[in-house]
């Protein structure tokens, strides 16, 4: 099958938007509608990268009359191209909004001849077969892969509902377009306040049982950005925290350590004071255990969320109205493997928790993999609570295609 696939214009978008996210669970679609109003109201409309795929007309047609007024589309995609708040610099990365075919409603045909009826009385341009559908894709993905690579675009992701929700339609997409699932995140959220009750008895028992043992403490050491060199050794330091994670462990098959901490500076949340070396007083040596990387979601900012797979954060969906102050986001902590299994990790979101307080915020939030069970124990002992859960998938764009 012979497409027409085009960089499509915001009029467009919207004429085409409520068609294409029919098929969407309402949670997800209100997603979708939030993280465009989002873009559109904050940042250049040109981050918006809408395209559509329509049937080539087999007539001749004047040059005069616009072709695209001709055939309806038949599938459409919307991708963002990451924020970046350095001016100077461009993000390469993108989010897939969403994909798919575009369902035909009566409205669309009620003005046209009756269309010619196959053995089973189906409108054959309703649904496409599967195997024009296979091609469909094919051709969106080559199309669109281009267009990435020409905007500097290499890393994408796309967060759906979780996979046990994904039916096989969808499916189709996310493998025809060469994507690969990488992780499920659960994303909790957490008052900065005195833990209720239950947990607060459950943790003093737990303490009393560990008065016989050695006491832990960690400090936190602000990077110091004005240096290459520790800027160097932090990077450094983050990827020695990746060995063994249990935290997206396949991200580093399409991301570089520092691709990825590029990905978090050049979020819209991102806050440079908050980046740390985590520190054992106890240790002799002075040497770094591990890291924690914070996010700052400002007053003004009706939704906050964490961002996706590449800023190991997602939590898109939880309103943060400007009177609760800054909400604080946990994107990324890690600990030396030899350091694990200590208490570390606890003492960390505590820490978050009292820089949350110190800002004025009320509440920290963050994604967590699903199959890291260490770090779940722990959010659910502070009494964090789960939002939503998403699937990730990604996918690398390669240069020149």
């Keep these: 099958m012979s497409l027409k696939i085009e960089h499509a214009s915001l009029e467009q978008l919207q004429e085409t938007l409520p068609r294409l996210l029919s098929n969407l669970s309402i949670g997800r679609a209100q997603i979708v509608l939030e993280q465009l109003r989002s873009n559109l109201q904050n940042r250049p409309h040109d981050e918006i990268l809408f395209y559509l795929a329509r049937k080539e007309s087999e007539s001749e047609l004047p040059p005069q009359v616009d072709q695209t007024k001709t055939s309806s589309p038949i599938a459409a995609l919307i991708a963002i191209q990451q924020p970046c708040t350095d001016e100077v610099a461009f993000s390469d990365a993108a989010t897939i909004l969403h994909a798919g075919f575009l369902q035909n409603h009566a409205a669309d045909v009620s003005s046209a001849p009756a269309p010619n009826l196959d053995r089973n009385n189906q409108d054959p341009n ?27 675009i290499r890393f994408v992701q796309w967060a759906t509902d979780a996979s046990d929700h994904i039916g096989l339609s969808a499916k189709q997409w996310y493998d025809g377009l060469g994507f690969r699932q990488i992780a499920t995140l659960d994303y909790l959220t957490g008052n900065t306040g ?7 008895d459950a943790r003093e028992s737990e303490k009393s049982l560990d008065t016989e043992g050695p ?9 110091a950005w004005d240096c290459d060199e520790s800027r160097l050794t932090f990077t450094q330091l983050v990827e020695a925290t990746y060995a063994g994670t249990l935290d997206c462990p396949d991200l580093s098959q399409y991301r570089t350590t520092s691709e990825t901490l590029r990905g978090y500076q050049t979020s819209t949340s991102f806050a440079p004071d908050l980046w ?17 990387i914070l996010a700052k979601h400002g007053e003004a900012a009706e939704n906050s969320q964490p961002e996706l797979s590449d800023q190991k954060s997602h939590g898109k969906h939880d309103p943060a109205p400007a009177a609760e102050g800054p909400v604080l986001e946990i994107v990324y902590m890690g600990l030396l493997p030899e350091t694990r299994g200590k208490g570390f990790g606890r003492l960390l979101v505590d820490q978050a928790a009292k820089l949350a307080i110190a800002l004025g915020g009320t509440r920290i939030i963050l994604g967590v993999d699903q199959t890291n069970r260490p770090a ?15 699937t990730v998938w990604v996918k690398r764009v390669e240069f020149g295609i």
């Design 126 to 152: 309703r649904h496409e077969q599967p195997h024009d559908q296979d091609a469909i894709i094919t051709q969106m993905r080559k199309y669109v892969d281009r267009a990435f690579s020409d905007c500097g």
């Design 194 to 200: 005195p833990m209720n009750p239950d947990k607060r």
């Design 215 to 223: 006491q832990i403490e960690v400090k936190l050491r602000p990077v």
């Design 276 to 292: 740390f070396e985590v520190m054992d007083p106890s240790n002799p040596d002075g040497t770094p255990i591990g890291c924690m």
């Design 376 to 390: 779940r124990e722990i959010y659910a002992d502070k009494g964090m609570t789960p939002l939503l859960s998403e």
